[in-house]
């Protein structure tokens, strides 16, 4: 008899491509993976009515959902509307609760309105005036991996996050996440699986990890 394939699909982070999983590998044939990329939101769209729009690109009975950052936020809201067989998130989080004390401030007072996301598609400025090795990486990283400047849809997602109004996580949610998140940091997470120097992108830097990790946590 052979071996039903799992399905496992995977959620990039905000206005992030698939290319960030490009180094994450699951043994065949037991697994096979499938990539999200985000939508252009509709106006005023709320995040649950988007999560319900992407949740129609799903082809497959009881998935496994993957979503990092932002997409971990996501895949929440889609699983309210689909059957998983697992919901795992990375550098993410599973409450409103663990969203760090700047954000709570920048919902309170609406300062993330003020974030000037039409800069996103000037890179090239920022590359030319970049000092240092480490911000010159960073600005590749981004060249490299980041697929939607659209300014709107940076407000939305910023919008988003920082107003996301989830109390309880949802039952059976595998969270990872790196002990030096500076986005998320693991001070504020609870009940999670710990990655030792994982960074907000360690699905990126850390990829060993998961390849050696996910095959177990999809399958326990």
Not at 5 to 21: D, N, Q, R
Request: aromatic share 10%; glycine share 4%.
């Amino acid at each position: 008899m052979s071996q039903e394939i799992i399905h496992v699909y995977l959620m990039p982070g905000m206005a992030a491509s698939p290319l960030i999983f490009e180094n994450i590998k699951l043994p065949k044939p037991q697994f096979k993976i499938h990539y999200l990329e985000w939508m252009l939101p509709k106006e005023n769209e709320l995040l649950s009515d988007y999560a319900f729009r992407m949740s129609k690109k799903i082809e497959h009975s009881n998935p496994v959902l993957l979503g990092v950052s932002f997409g971990g936020i996501l895949v929440q809201e889609m699983c309210k509307h689909l059957d998983v067989s697992k919901l795992i998130i990375v550098s993410s989080v599973k409450s409103k609760q663990e969203l760090p004390l700047k954000m709570q401030l920048a919902k309170s007072t609406g300062a993330y309105k003020l974030v000037p996301t039409q800069l996103a598609s000037k890179i090239e400025v920022f590359e030319k005036y970049a000092f240092g090795k480490t911000m010159a990486k960073r600005l590749e990283l981004y060249k490299k991996y980041l697929s939607v400047n659209d300014s709107k849809y940076l407000s939305w997602a910023i919008k988003e996050v920082v107003c996301w109004e989830q109390q309880n996580p949802p039952k059976g949610i595998v969270h990872i996440h790196g002990d030096k998140d500076p986005v998320f940091p693991i001070k504020y997470i609870t009940d999670c699986t710990i990655i030792k120097g994982g960074t907000h992108i360690a699905i990126i830097n850390k990829y060993k990890w998961f390849n050696e990790n996910l095959p177990k946590i999809i399958l326990d």
